[in-house]
């Protein structure tokens, strides 16, 4: 009798999120961004002392603790969420729509810019175990942010009825709003409001990735590689003016967030499409259609 009435309170788990809805989208990030945070408090109590706080880049356990251990717990949190729902293979399946011919373009301007970047770093300058920390804290970022974004957002935007340009917005402003919090570390909110449009038009970059390869894998990668040629490039924020001393091509590597931003104008003109939510999800479609 108990295994029963579990079984039906899983499926009815399950049925509140197969609906989908833009409002579930938005409650998954915010609950995922609540526990991050919380993540980072906890850890931050219990071995804030192995973080450098001259500069937290400064070795590999600083970057780990400062910055990748939270991202690590929360892309557990977001691995059991998918579990419980049974959504982990859809996920990472076959995508329902395919990509045109020109969403390679925004996938190759990443490319190249990462490749411009990693080979304009001054290794030199930093500590090996620290290199290696960061980019295991890609890595974690790439798959926390995507399977956040591009797999529970885009799939409950989808199965909520929102065609393809709806949720390729939707999905990107989830992303973008994510990283306004950066204004509650004491950044200045000039550069948060540069980056929230950066990230909105990186968002849209990582969706028309998702899109033509078809795979929420490459996203990841593709994110994944993106913030650690960022960070060793310029050494983030903790960086002073001298301390770095990076290759001749860092001045063009430099203009990758340009970049990304005008070609997010392509998509935001020419994505169309919807998915059959029958034939996707076993749904009946909405009555009326959104737009």
């Not at 810019?113 to 970022?141: K, P």
Request: glycine share 10%.
């Amino acid at each position: 009798m108990e295994s029963s009435v579990q079984q039906e309170q899983q499926s009815k788990w399950r049925q509140f999120w197969d609906r989908g809805g833009w409002w579930k989208a938005l409650l998954v990030a915010a609950v995922y961004y609540g526990l991050y945070q919380l993540a980072g408090f906890l850890i931050g109590l219990a071995f804030g002392d192995a973080i450098d706080k001259h500069d937290v880049l400064a070795n590999g356990l600083s970057v780990f603790i400062a910055i990748a251990a939270s991202i690590l717990v929360g892309s557990i949190l977001l691995v059991l969420f998918a579990l419980s729902i049974g959504w982990l293979k859809e996920l990472f399946a076959r995508q329902p729509i395919r990509g045109s011919w020109w969403m390679w373009i925004g996938v190759a301007i990443v490319v190249v810019f990462n490749i411009l970047r990693f080979a304009s770093v001054d290794y030199a300058g930093w500590d090996a175990g620290a290199v290696v920390a960061v980019l295991f804290t890609g890595l974690c970022v790439g798959f926390a942010e995507e399977v956040l974004t591009r797999g529970f957002a885009v799939n409950l935007l989808r199965r909520g009825g929102y065609g393809e340009r709806s949720v390729m917005l939707l999905s990107s402003l989830i992303f973008a709003a994510m990283h306004s919090g950066n204004v509650l570390s004491g950044q200045n909110p000039i550069a948060v409001a540069f980056t929230v449009v950066y990230t909105f038009a990186f968002g849209i970059v990582m969706y028309v990735t998702l899109r033509v390869t078809g795979n929420l894998i490459w996203p990841i990668l593709l994110h994944a590689s993106t913030d650690p040629s960022l960070i060793l490039l310029t050494g983030g924020v903790d960086a002073s003016s001298g301390t770095l001393h990076p290759g001749p091509l860092a001045g063009i590597a430099g203009l990758a967030n340009y970049a990304v931003m005008i070609f997010a104008i392509i998509p935001i003109i020419f994505v169309r499409g919807r998915v059959d939510r029958a034939d996707a999800y076993g749904l009946v479609e909405p009555a009326a259609k959104l737009a």
